[in-house]
């Protein structure tokens, strides 16, 4: 019975959406609402009143709908004359007969009163609260997510905008206030107040928002780059100085943002305290009451988000739910901008740091909070205000700036922003505008973070310099994903003995890459990504360290302990945790490896002393860090900090030693070196096999086993060299491959062994060595 019951609901809700969708967008727009409502004054917690829509038919049609949660309907007029009507209160439908032509335009008048209609789980809806009665214009849990229809008659959709009059009624001593720009209020001899507000922009109606309360008001200016622009602030239970504290800070978001993004279209800021809140109905945005007068960074964070649907969805508005991303991810990169232009004077690099948070959030949780990963694009209804959406949509914009670069970025924004103001776009007709703008193709980098689900994380395997040119061997690889990303550009900086820089940009489409550059110096490391422009599958921290003592990489997963340092020296250390798998060995001795390794890059000079720990948790929860890695004490008894100086060597064992219980701390290592670091369980009883090989061999191919991508390596780095590679059964398969020792080269061979001899200049053979080519 409760799964007949089931079926018959689900079946009932996707008719009731087929009919009050049914063509929309193309059969009957509306061009404008007139609401005259009464709000708790005549009956307590009860709208009262009318909505005439005026609406305007696109082609023939024979009824016209309007959306209505359940209300108490008087009488429908059409253009001032009484008509039959059918309400529906199952399928929310307000539906009358109508015999027209394309292109008319007619007014459909609503006479009704409703009480509190909250949507399931108790976001979005009308509240009528003891102090305050208020809409939130979206239902996160509940589709189509348009909630106008919650307290007024409607075509309730991301795409089907109007005008707007407001004339609200509220009890003595109360005040309604309403989106756009107020135009009169009349007191009447009852004590009630009548408040008159226009909204001239054409605007959906889940962006539309009233709130009536005992409101304090303050009315302030606010100096943006285009223009100064009106402001109310209603506040309940709130001391007036601290909220215009808070309020100070969109003194600096607002000019930044316009700078940014375009000028603010909005008739005036405004921002109301609810108690469900936050919801960025135009030009009165419910603001969570916690953070009305705070200045928690939370909450400046949440201010500055609301506040930037101002661009990305109240003036260029995602067409379909699935498209949410562009909203919600957008206002959640705002974010970001918002910090970054709060803490410009102060600490005017923060703003990486804020961004850097998120992303971490976002690797560790977001595929634990939505259930697997996902694509910011094409969210089924459950997950359209997930964490995806939302945080991670934040990172691929973040992403898009970095791969744009910052000129051309916010250059295409503006102009996206001129151009489709007050209209729809989805995640094509934005990649598609945003290509035309900058004359950047932008289709391989939405293939890959809008359309895909994942991440991409971007390593260096080698640096040489053999002669005036120095090339860099760089690699992608994946999390969350098995599907590498095309069309890459990577910043890359080189840094010189001193520490020094120069920065030069990679762009490849394969699996690994080559680029050479002639540079000021001879460089002693590089970094991919170094200043953060890419939200990547890692995360980095760097640290100059001239004095004992311990330094946390919280971000990185990582801290050292300094006991010596050499007077008026100094050591500097990048270290990046990187979320993806490390290479894997195919060597007995390992039973499994960890899903994530650790590169410590930098300068540590002679004579200094420096641990490394490396974080290690198995907590039993699903966003442990190595709970599918390690699962019992006696597992976590053989688990081991591996090392490799790069990527042309294969990982050895280095300490077992761990500092916290078995399911949380440190593995230490006495003396830290750069290199590669990662987590492996080992089996101590393996015969006759060594992780590494042998220091006096005269020539080394690393890793053994390799997927093809391998460096050779003799006494000498830069050593020009000739490879020729052999079948088991005699065949060359390989003659005469020009290479350079400690420089990685992909070969692309079948699975099976190989013997690879190697050649000095002159021709003279330097030694040979059996490889193992497995396609993994």
Known sequence: MKRNLFIFIVFVMFFCVAQAQDNVADSIDALHYDLRLDIGNRTEKTITGSAAVTLRTL???????????????????????????????LCRLVSVPYDGGVDDTVTLTVFYNKGQHVMPQGWGGFYFDDNIYY?????????????????????????????????????????????????????????????????????????????????????????????????????????????????????????????????????????????????????????????MSSNDEACLATMSHEFAHSWFGNLVTCSTSQDMWINEGGASFCEEVAIEAMTADTAPLYYRQFARRNLIDVLMNTHVKDHGFKPVYGQEPLYTYGSTVYDKGATVWHSLRGYMGDSLFYASLRTLFERAAFTNIDSRQLCDSLSLYSGMDLTDFFDFHVFRPGFVDYVIDSISTPRSVTA?????????????????????????????????????????????????????????????????????????????????????????????????????????????????????????????????????????????????SRIDDDASLDGDFVTTVNDFDKVRLLYRRDAGEEWTPVTRKHSGEGYQGYFVLTSLKVGEYTLAMVDDDAVGIDAARPSHAAVRVCPNPSNGMVTVRTARDGEPLTIEVVSTDGKSVVDKYKAVSGEGMMLRLPSGVYIFRIFDSEGTLKGSEKVQIMNF
């Not at 253009?79 to 039959?84: E, I, L, R």
């Open 59 to 89: 082609r023939a049609v024979d009824t016209l709908r309007l959306e209505l949660c359940p209300s108490v309907v008087d009488s429908v007029w059409v253009d001032g004359h009484g008509v039959a009507f059918v309400y529906d209160a």
């Open 135 to 291: 809409n939130l214009g979206i239902a996160i849990y509940e589709y189509p997510h348009n909630v106008g229809k919650a307290w007024f008659p409607c075509r309730d959709n991301f795409y089907d905008k109007a005008t707007y009059h407001f004339e609200i009624t509220a009890k003595p001593g109360w005040k309604a206030i309403c989106t756009g720009l107020l135009d009169t209020v009349t007191y009447n001899a009852d004590g009630s107040s009548r408040w008159c507000w226009t909204l001239s922009r054409r605007t959906p109606t889940y962006l539309v928002g009233v709130a009536v309360a005992p409101f304090h008001i303050i009315e302030r200016q606010y100096e943006g780059e285009s223009s100064v622009y009106p402001a109310m602030l209603g506040f309940l239970n709130h001391d007036s100085t601290s909220v215009w504290r808070t309020y100070e800070n969109m003194s600096k978001v607002i000019p930044m943002y316009e700078r940014r993004f375009g000028p603010y279209r909005w008739d005036r800021v405004g921002y109301v305290s609810t108690p469900m809140g936050s919801m960025e109905h135009v030009g009165n945005i419910a603001f969570t009451t916690n953070c």
């Open 472 to 616: 860099v061997y760089l690699r992608q690889k994946l999390y969350g994903t098995d599907t590498f990303a095309t069309g890459n550009r990577v910043w890359v900086t080189f840094f010189s003995p001193k520490l020094d820089t120069v920065r030069r940009l990679v762009t490849f489409d394969g699996i690994t890459a080559k680029a050479a550059f002639r540079l000021p110096f001879k460089p002693l490391f590089a970094i991919a990504n170094y200043d953060e422009e890419l939200s990547t599958a890692s995360v980095a921290q760097h640290e100059n360290i001239n004095a004992k003592g311990t330094y946390e990489f919280a971000d990185a997963l990582f801290r050292t302990s300094v006991t010596l340092m050499p007077g008026g020296d100094s050591a500097w250390l990048h270290v990046t945790h990187h979320w993806t798998r490390p290479d894997t060995s195919y060597s007995p001795r390992y039973l499994r490896m960890a899903d994530r390794y650790w590169t410590v890059t930098g300068r540590i000079p002679d004579g200094a002393r420096l641990n490394g720990q490396f974080y290690y």
